[in-house]
Structure formats: C-alpha cells, structure tokens
C-alpha cells in the first residue's frame, strides 16, 4: 500500500498544479476543467481512462457537456498518495490537448 501524503509535501504538490486544490476533508485533490465542447471534454475523459487503467488508479468524476469535475484519491491507501499526483499530472497534458 502507498504511503499518504501530509500536509507540506501536498502544499507543495499541488504549487505545481495549476487549478488543483486540496478538498475540505483533506484526503484528495480536485480540479473542474473545461473545454471547448462535449467531443473535447471526452477525448480528454478517454486518455485519462486509459492511464487510469493502466496505473489501477480510477478517478472519482463527472461530466456535462464540456466540464469535467475530478477528484483524486487513493481509496486503499485512505487519502492521498504519489499516484493522484502522478495522474493529475498527466490529465494536465491531456488537457493541453484536448
């Protein structure tokens, strides 16, 4: 099982990721993004899925039209671990292409 992040190594994580905040219960990470239009938003939806698999690390999220909510967490580990911030960092790719 990972080990949880703690407050300072988060803060300081998350400096590094633009538009992602720490969640009220403190134990995940979450970002809105927008695209352009629903095609956009699930091209994005379908690269995040496929790393999400690959990685056994699924995302907590919702979509209409061209927003998509996320929330990061490692449920096994029962808060946040390298693994959100690894994938946060790749949607933040996926989304400068989408």
Known sequence: ??????????????????????????QSIRKTFRFRDFNAAWAFMTCAALLAEKMNHH???????????????????????????RMAEAMEGYAGQA
């Open 59 to 85: 995302p907590d999220w919702s979509n209409v039209y061209n927003r998509v909510d996320i929330t990061l967490t490692t449920h096994d580990a029962g808060g946040m671990t390298d693994k959100d911030i």
């Open 1 to 26: 099982m990972p080990d949880t992040l703690a407050g300072p190594a988060i803060a300081e994580k998350l400096g590094k990721l633009p538009g992602w905040a720490l969640a009220e219960n403190g």
